[in-house]
């Protein structure tokens, strides 16, 4: 495969209910998001990882819990949502985070999330 | 103040004529600019990125930057059917010392509808 993948690609759980989202680049990148897009908002960073390291967390809910454990593979824990949480979550996947030449971000097809 | 701002449209062009998308950053450190396309129920797709003043062609697309009047528009000469998409606005602050330096802040977008 190639790109950014992410699994699954849609998704309906109950608000007691554990779930995670999966995300893997092939692109040989450095760094990870995760990003949230709610209907009539633009799209909210959530989580940034450069090198497996968390280098930026953007008040997301702890209910949200992000891991990285190598620089290809980029996981989202869910755990006791809200129905407000229901979204489309996109990882993307860019060479760096600091370079602006490299800064480019690739998103992979997203994971539809609906919390009943 | 949005941090980036889009005209949320939707904006209608006839077939063959030129669509002009536009972007207002507040930042005015900003350094880095992407212009990124969303058909409906998929993920962004990057399109141009600018980084210096002026404009850059790619095809039927063409970026504009002007960081003095922190603007940045993106032209889609002889539009198609198929160009009918959201346009995304996405902007990357000054890298400062570690803090936000994996952050692209989004414009909430522009629909754009090609008409035959």
């Known amino acids: 495969e190639t790109g950014v993948t992410q699994t699954p690609r849609h998704l309906v759980m109950g608000m007691t209910n554990k779930k995670s989202l999966k995300c893997e680049q092939h692109?040989?990148?450095?760094?990870m998001y995760w990003y949230k897009q709610s209907a009539k908002k633009p799209l909210e960073l959530m989580f940034v990882?450069?090198?497996?390291?968390?280098?930026e967390n953007n008040s997301v809910p702890s209910r949200f819990s992000p891991e990285c454990p190598n620089s290809s593979h980029l996981f989202l824990h869910l755990h006791t949502l809200q129905p407000e949480d229901s979204a489309l979550y996109l990882c993307?996947?860019?060479?760096?985070?600091?370079?602006?030449?490299?800064?480019?971000?690739?998103f992979g097809p997203g994971t539809r999330l609906t919390v009943t | 103040q949005k941090e980036v701002e889009q005209n949320s449209g939707p904006l209608s062009v006839p077939e063959g004529a030129i669509a002009s998308l536009n972007c207002t950053y507040s930042d005015r450190g900003s350094q880095s600019f992407f212009w990124y396309r969303q058909y409906s129920g998929k993920s962004p797709e990057l399109i141009m990125s600018i980084y210096s003043n002026g404009d850059k062609e790619d095809g039927r697309f063409t970026a504009q930057l002007n960081k003095a009047s922190q603007y940045v528009s993106l032209l889609i000469r002889d539009s198609q059917p198929s160009d009918s998409a959201t346009y995304l606005c996405a902007v990357k602050p000054l890298y400062a010392g570690g803090t936000s330096y994996g952050k692209l802040t989004f414009g909430q977008g522009t629909i754009l509808t090609v008409h035959p």
């Open positions: 993307a996947s860019s060479q760096e985070i600091a370079v602006a030449s490299s800064y480019e971000q690739y």
């Open positions: 692109l040989g990148h450095n760094a």
């Open positions: 990882y450069s090198l497996e390291e968390r280098v």
